[in-house]
Every structure is written in C-alpha cells, then in structure tokens.
C-alpha cells in the first residue's frame, strides 16, 4: 500500500490522491486499508518515513570506506566521503521517484505532521554533514551548523526543481555543483 501510495501521488499530487485510489493500485480492500492505516494523511506519513528510513540505511551503509584487498582501510578525505553519499542519495532519488516526489515534493501538500517529519529527516543529513566535515563541535559551532543547514536546503531545493519537471538527468548533474558548494561552504 505504500508502494501503491507513492505512485498514486506523483502521478495525482496528495491532494489529488484518494484513499480509493490507493485501495485500487494496491489492490486491497478498503477494511484492509483501515486496518493498516487512520487516514490518507497517515498512509502518507507511514509511506514518508519508510522511503526516508530506507534512504538514511542505504547512505548509512555507504558512509564507511570498503576495505581494500588486504583488509584495511585508509581515511577517506571529507569531499570524496560526501561525494559518495551525495551520488548515492541522487542515484537513489532518480531510481525511485515517485518515492523522492513523497519526501521533496508533496509534503508540502500533506499537512503539519508530514512536514515535521521531513524538517527531523533534514536535520538529521544536516548531521551527517556536520560529521563527515567535522564541524559544529565546540564553541563558536553556530556558522558552520547553519552551513550544514543551509546546504541540505539548497540541496533539497534543487533537487525537489528536477524531480517537479521530471528531470531525472538533471538531478543526477547535481553532484558536481553541490560537491564544489559543501567545499566552499564547510572544507
């Protein structure tokens, strides 16, 4: 159903979506939809936070360097770790996106508690820079978080541009510009 939710909405839009509608693409009955979910809002929230925890375990996985043929691994500069992430997180966003549309997209359609949610998960890539970077530790933290912040928001504006207009290479020619950009703004 979370499936069929995310593809009913990027091609209706939330509020174009029903609860019939979803009930028809998923193929189950309207008592099987009330039984998983309260409402259309909270099918919505289910479907955000299983894209976005799917996502964060996808980027968890890639955060560490693979060990080379002899079993060790060498510290991996800041830029090529973001890099790595950031490729992965578009790449994931341009193979799924009817799941990036829910996340970036119709949030904004979906209500106070899915917006919520989507500033926690924002926060939480602004963490993830911080630490690939090392930065916002200590005193004196509060430009280089507000960098971290402002970078996802960048990032997440330009891709929610591409994934609006279908652009999907696009959002893939995003690695470059937003690489030199983390540089700039944290290296």
Do not use: N
């Not at 960098?147 to 959002?171: F, K, M, N, P, S």
Request: charged share 25%.
């Amino acid at each position: 159903m979370l499936t069929a939710t995310a593809e009913a909405m990027k091609d209706k839009g939330y509020a174009g979506t029903s609860v019939a509608e979803i009930i028809r693409r998923a193929g189950v009955s309207r008592e099987t939809f009330y039984q998983q979910f309260r409402s259309k809002e909270d099918c919505f929230i289910q479907a955000l936070d299983a894209a976005t925890h799917q996502l964060a375990g996808l980027l968890g996985d890639a955060w560490q360097p693979a060990p080379d043929s002899a079993g060790t691994t060498s510290p991996v500069a800041p830029e090529e770790v973001f890099r790595r992430l950031l490729r992965l997180y578009l790449r994931t966003l341009a193979e799924r996106p009817a799941f990036a549309r829910l996340f970036l997209v119709e949030v904004y359609a979906a209500g106070p508690e899915a917006m919520a949610r989507r500033m926690e998960w924002q926060r939480w890539f602004a963490d993830a820079i911080a630490e690939i970077f090392q930065v916002g530790a200590g005193g004196g933290a509060d430009e280089p978080r507000f960098a971290c912040e402002a970078l996802v928001a960048a990032a997440a504006q330009l891709v929610t541009a591409h994934l609006a207009a279908d652009d999907l290479r696009g959002l893939r020619g995003l690695e470059d510009p937003l690489v030199r950009l983390a540089v700039r703004l944290l290296g």
